[in-house]
């Protein structure tokens, strides 16, 4: 795992640029259904896994390390932070829903298009809005004193399943995707 709180920022900052790769895939996914066109389902089901297993479950959690550092730190710069936890509530059941319209696709259930549609555009909605304000505002916030602060990121995993140097297995159709998608 890192050490200091600005490798960890700059994980952070790596990770919402391999997010937004990943959210392309979704769009242009996306896209497809509205079209009445056949969309790689399989690929859908591997972005919203990584979603679920590595941004909700580990990126989420090492930014709440630096947004409580900075707030110990510096309560002067913590407006808005206690926004964080509900936004990060809000995408995880954003992006289970997501995840349930696509496994249902793949089960042969019955579900309107539009509906996978409207989920998959709330979902990348709000998932932009949240990193925008993210980078534009809290990391900027927390890039002025991210010497002083001390974090102990040590029961988190620093493995990205994807994106990272040795990819999990399961992940190898999307890693190759990403790989072979201009960016
Ligand atoms: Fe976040
Ligand atoms: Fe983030």
Known sequence: MTNTAAELLDGLRQDHRNMARLLRLLRDETELISED????????????RYMTVYSDAMHHPKEDLIYEGLRALQPSLAEGLEQVEAEHEELAELGQRLQDDIEAVIAGTEIESARVVADAKAYMHRLNEHMTWEEEDLFRRADADIDKIAIDASHLSAIDPVFGEKHETSFTNLRDKVEHDPQ
């Open 37 to 48: 066109k056949l969309p790689d389902f399989a690929l859908l089901r591997d972005v919203m």
